[in-house]
């Protein structure tokens, strides 16, 4: 059975750090695309950052800069790190796996298997 479980989530000041994890089952891991996404009430779901299989990185512009994704694939686990954290950043944060792609891993509406989230909450 595949599955992504996330964790790491909490409240922090505004300009703190925190680091999500994402650990996953049920498939070979290391082949395929893994992403980060959030949703902010109100508001639709985004992609905030990917990983290919080879671990080449792409980010949304409101996170570039202030958020690392990286990969484990010896653990099978998924990584975020956000530092410099804003308000605007609250929200659940989910990971999710595309196991159609291995290498070009842009596009958001490929992910399709996906965590039950972990929720953000940054304080000004």
């Known amino acids: 059975q595949v599955q992504l479980v996330e964790s790491g989530g909490g409240s922090v000041q505004a300009g703190g750090s925190l680091r999500l994890s994402c650990a996953a089952s049920g498939y070979t891991y290391s082949t395929y695309c893994m992403g980060w996404f959030r949703q902010a009430p109100g508001k639709e779901r985004e992609g905030v950052a990917a990983i290919n299989s080879g671990g080449s990185t792409g980010y949304a512009i409101s996170v570039k800069g202030r958020f690392t994704i990286s990969r484990d694939n010896a653990k099978n686990t998924l990584y975020l790190q956000m530092n410099s954290l804003k308000p605007e950043d609250t929200a659940m944060y989910y990971c999710?796996?595309?196991?159609?792609?291995?290498?070009?891993?842009?596009?958001?509406?490929?992910?399709?298997?996906w965590g039950q989230g972990t929720q953000v909450t940054v304080s000004s």
């Open positions: 999710a796996a595309d196991t159609t792609h291995g290498g070009n891993c842009a596009t958001w509406r490929d992910y399709h298997i």
